[in-house]
């Protein structure tokens, strides 16, 4: 049998028939009640690494879930995530804690997500020193230095605290720190939406260079279908626990064809329609 029939192509990330269900208990000791809320219902995707896949859809859908069980952070109902050839689904609780540098979140509010007591560059270092403890002195300044150089902020201020940052700047901070471990996978969970809209492109221009600097992969989040047409190389939409269409960006964006997705593109404001 030739090679090229025996070798299988197989994606970065593959996320095949992934449910996630949330049992909500009700009603009375005498009457209860039982709900199943099918946050993640039957979901299969492929992420190549060096790629953005930009998943989006209205609030409650299952965005955040999805990206919670691919992380492995709350436990999936059935199916599997395979990441860079190991089927994470199978690991220990010890194996997936060991495997947790590899995915990194980035956050809505990366106030809520920066300890305000610790300064940037303690912030990062100790971001820094979970995947290689062993750096210290001038060697793990210059790491944080340069950490800080790639998301575009100047080291002068790594002696601040978060409260000292402006909204962008911290979500700068805390992209650096995601950054930081060295991870395979980084999902960002609504990222720029609580950015002013001059910011969010900021935030959107630093990662995209980011993705063609060090050949990120990433999972990009928004309920916003402009904001991912921009980021994006591959949409996902997703409703009511279901992908309802995926494909490349420019694909979905210009010529959709889920209902579901035209009504999402109806909802952009025109601005960012033309774009
Ligand atoms: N821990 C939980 N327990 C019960 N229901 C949950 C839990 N987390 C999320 N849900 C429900 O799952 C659905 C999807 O929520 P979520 O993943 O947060 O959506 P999105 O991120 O798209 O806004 C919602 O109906 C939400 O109420
Ligand atoms: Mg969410």
């Known amino acids: 049998m030739p090679i090229s029939c025996i070798v299988r192509l197989v994606s970065y990330l593959e996320i095949k028939n992934l449910h996630t269900h949330f049992t909500l208990r009700g009603g009375s000791i005498f009457s209860p009640s039982k709900k ?6 039957g979901v299969s995707l492929n992420l190549e690494k060096g790629e953005i896949l930009g998943l989006v859809g209205e609030s409650g859908c299952g965005k955040s879930t999805l990206s919670r069980t691919v992380m492995q952070l709350i436990p999936a109902t059935s199916g599997s995530v395979i990441l860079d050839g190991e089927d994470l689904s199978e690991l220990s609780k010890s194996e997936v804690r060991k495997r947790r540098l590899d995915f990194q979140m980035v956050f809505q509010d990366p106030y809520a997500s920066l300890n305000p007591r610790m300064t940037i560059f303690s912030t990062l270092a100790e971001a820094v020193r979970q995947r290689r403890p062993e750096l210290k002195g001038d060697a793990l300044f210059s790491r944080v230095e ?4 790639t998301v575009g902020l100047d080291a002068k201020v790594m002696r601040k605290y978060p409260h000292e940052f402006s909204g962008g700047q911290r979500q700068r901070i805390a992209i ?5 471990p060295e991870p395979k996978l980084i999902v960002a969970d609504e990222p720029v939406s609580a950015l002013d809209v001059s910011i969010q492109s900021q935030i959107l221009n630093l990662i995209t260079s980011l993705r063609n600097d060090l050949g990120l992969t990433m999972i990009f989040i928004s309920h916003d279908l402009g904001v991912v047409h921009y980021i994006a190389d591959r949409i996902a939409v997703m409703y009511q626990g279901k992908i309802v ?7 979905v964006f210009h010529e959709p064809e889920a209902d579901y997705t035209k009504r999402l593109l109806a909802s952009i404001p025109k601005l960012a329609a033309c774009s």
């Open 146 to 149: 340069t950490l800080m150089a």
């Open 176 to 180: 650096a720190r995601a950054l930081a």
């Open 245 to 251: 269409e995926s494909g490349p960006a420019e694909k």
């Open 36 to 41: 199943v809320v099918r946050a993640v219902d």
